[in-house]
T-cell receptor, first 117, second 111 residues
Framework: NAGVMQNPRHLVRRRGQEARLRCSPM?????VYWYRQLPEEGLKFMVY????????ESGMPKERFSAEFPKEGPSILRIQQVVRGDSAAYFC???????????????FGQGTRLTVV | AQRVTQPEKLLSVFKGAPVELKCNYS??????LFWYVQYSRQRLQLLLR??SRESIKGFTADLNKGETSFHLKKPFAQEEDSAMYYC?????????????FGKGTLLTVNP
């Protein structure tokens, strides 16, 4: 099992462009979580998805950010019209079931470092 | 609101010395506490959780509800322990999948 795979590892975008971050969960995992880490900060929860459903998007900025986890393929975090403040490390985690904390752990990817220039 | 505070951004010790990484939390209910570790160029991984009450790689952490702390300790640090350590909390109830992280402590163990 290759673990949670995120790509690209590094992404540079100019202000106003779109950023698409991909996350392939571990085999057998149908629950995906996205976290953002701004410079000098801890990881902050953004969104929790199951296959084809958004369960909790309470940590997502209201505008420009969206996430999906289609039936086939990786989960995608999309940031439209990026601004310098979007520069951060974006981490994805996956788990095999919903009660991630009590029954099992969430496995993290290596993250995507987005730089907006 | 839930919050995790790691007061030390950097911690440097010598090999064989005891090490303690501090973590304090704020949560109104019964939280679950975790320590995650990120070695250089590797992914974030779970080190230990308080409900397991186990020792991993010689590290232990005890949840002190009175002091709202979950400090990570190891009696004799090794060079391979050098890494970034994050304390994290999840609440009880339906949103327990949501982790709140501290800002992290970079531990350096010198030879």
């Amino acid at each position: 099992n290759a673990g949670v795979m995120q790509n690209p590892r590094h992404l540079v975008r100019r202000r106003g462009q779109e950023a698409r971050l991909r996350c392939s969960p571990m085999k057998g995992h149908s629950h995906v979580y996205w976290y953002r880490q701004l410079p000098e900060e801890g990881l902050k929860f953004m969104v929790y998805l199951q296959k084809e459903n958004i369960i909790d998007e309470s940590g997502m900025p209201k505008e420009r950010f969206s996430a999906e986890f289609p039936k086939e393929g990786p989960s995608i975090l999309r940031i439209q019209q990026v601004v310098r403040g979007d520069s951060a490390a974006y981490f994805c985690a996956s788990s095999p079931n919903a009660r991630v904390v009590l029954n099992t752990e969430a496995f993290f990817g290596q993250g995507t470092r987005l730089t907006v220039v | 609101a839930q919050r995790v505070t790691q007061p030390e951004k950097l911690l440097s010790v010598f090999k064989g010395a005891p090490v303690e990484l501090k973590c304090n939390y704020s949560y109104s209910g019964s939280p679950e506490l975790f320590w995650y570790v990120q070695y250089s160029r590797q992914r974030l991984q779970l080190l230990l959780r308080h409900i397991s009450r186990e020792s991993i790689k010689g590290f232990t952490a005890d949840l002190n509800k009175g002091e709202t702390s979950f400090h990570l300790k190891k009696p004799f640090a090794q060079e391979e322990d050098s890494a970034m350590y994050y304390c994290a909390l999840s609440g009880s109830g339906g949103s327990n999948y949501k982790l709140t992280f501290g800002k992290g402590t970079l531990l350096t163990v010198n030879p």
